[in-house]
C-alpha cells in the first residue's frame, strides 16, 4: 500500500529519509507535496467560486422578488457574474483531474519506511537474526529422509534455494512471472497457489482471532465519485 497523503503531510522528513534508506528517489516526496498544494489550492478555489456562484443566484431570486425586472441590468449583471464562476470552475475542474492523476501516481511510486532495525544496503548487509535447524553447506549433500534418522544408502538431498525447489517441483513459474510483472514476482501454481491462499487464511486467522482485528468484504464494485 502506497503512503496516505495525511502521513506525507506530517512526516515527510521521515518519509524522505526511508525512500533514500531504500534507494529511491527522495524528491519523489517533494514533488508529491507540490502536487498536493496545487490541488488543494484548485480545490479551494473552486469551492470559492461555487459559493459566489451559489451567492449570484440567489441574490436574482431576491432582485426578482424586490421588484427587479428579470431581463433588467440588475439581473443581468448577477447572472454574468454567476455564468463567469461556471466557466472558471469548468477551467478548474479541467485543471484539476490531471493534478489528481499525477499525484496519485507520485504516490504509487514513493516506499513505505523501512523497520528502523532493517539495515542499510543490498543482499550483503542482511544479518541473520536466528536459525533453525541443520543448516547444511551450499553444496553439502544430506543422506536419507530430511530431519530423520535413515539408512546410509538413502536418498541424497542437496540444498537449493526456494526458487529452484519451487521450479523442480512445478509449483513456480519464474520466467511468466518476469514477463508479467518482472523479476521477484513469480507465478505461483498448483500446490504453491494452495500455499499461497493457506498463508493468507493464516495471516487472517491470527489476526482476526489474535490480536483484535475485524476481518471485513467489501462490495466487489463501488460506486464512481
Same mark, same amino acid.
Given at each position: 500500500m502506497s503512503v496516505g497523503l495525511q502521513r506525507l =503531510?506530517?512526516?515527510?522528513?521521515?518519509?524522505?529519509?526511508?525512500?533514500?534508506?531504500? $534507494?529511491?528517489d527522495p524528491t519523489?516526496?517533494?514533488?508529491?507535496?507540490?502536487?498536493?498544494?496545487?490541488?488543494r489550492r484548485l480545490l479551494a478555489e473552486t469551492e470559492s467560486?461555487?459559493?459566489?456562484?451559489?451567492?449570484?443566484?440567489?441574490?436574482? $431570486?431576491?432582485?426578482?422578488?424586490?421588484? +427587479?425586472?428579470?431581463? $433588467?441590468?440588475?439581473?443581468?449583471?448577477?447572472?454574468?457574474?454567476s455564468t463567469a464562476a461556471g466557466e472558471r470552475i469548468k477551467g478548474l475542474d479541467e485543471a484539476l +483531474?490531471?493534478?489528481?492523476?499525477? %499525484?496519485?501516481?507520485?504516490?504509487l511510486r514513493i516506499p513505505?519506511?523501512?523497520?528502523?532495525?532493517?539495515?542499510?544496503?543490498?543482499?550483503?548487509?542482511?544479518?541473520?537474526?536466528?536459525?533453525?535447524?541443520?543448516?547444511?553447506? =551450499?553444496?553439502?549433500?544430506?543422506?536419507?529422509e530430511v530431519g530423520a534418522d535413515a539408512p546410509a544408502d538413502g536418498p541424497i538431498w542437496t540444498?537449493?534455494?526456494?526458487?529452484? %525447489? $519451487?521450479?523442480t517441483l512445478d509449483i513456480i513459474d519464474n520466467a511468466r512471472g518476469a514477463k508479467i510483472a518482472g523479476s521477484g514476482f513469480p507465478v505461483y501454481k498448483g500446490a504453491g497457489s494452495a500455499l499461497q491462499r493457506a498463508l493468507i487464511n493464516w495471516f487472517l486467522d491470527v489476526h482476526t482471532r489474535e490480536n483484535g482485528m475485524t476481518e471485513v468484504w467489501p462490495p466487489a464494485v463501488v460506486n464512481t465519485a
Open positions: =503531510r506530517e512526516d515527510a522528513d521521515a518519509i524522505r529519509e526511508g525512500a533514500t534508506r531504500k $534507494g529511491e519523489l516526496i517533494d514533488r508529491a507535496l507540490e502536487l498536493d498544494s496545487e490541488r467560486l461555487k459559493a459566489e456562484r451559489n451567492a449570484a443566484s440567489k441574490r436574482i $431570486g431576491e432582485a426578482i422578488k424586490d421588484g +427587479a425586472a428579470p431581463d $433588467g441590468p440588475e439581473v443581468a449583471d448577477l447572472r454574468a457574474t +483531474a490531471p493534478t489528481e492523476a499525477a %499525484l496519485d501516481d507520485q504516490l513505505n519506511p523501512p523497520d528502523a532495525d532493517i539495515p542499510v544496503g543490498g543482499e550483503e548487509a542482511n544479518v541473520t537474526v536466528r536459525t533453525w535447524g541443520e543448516l547444511l553447506g =551450499r553444496d553439502q549433500p544430506l543422506i536419507g540444498r537449493k534455494p526456494h526458487w529452484e %525447489l $519451487g521450479e
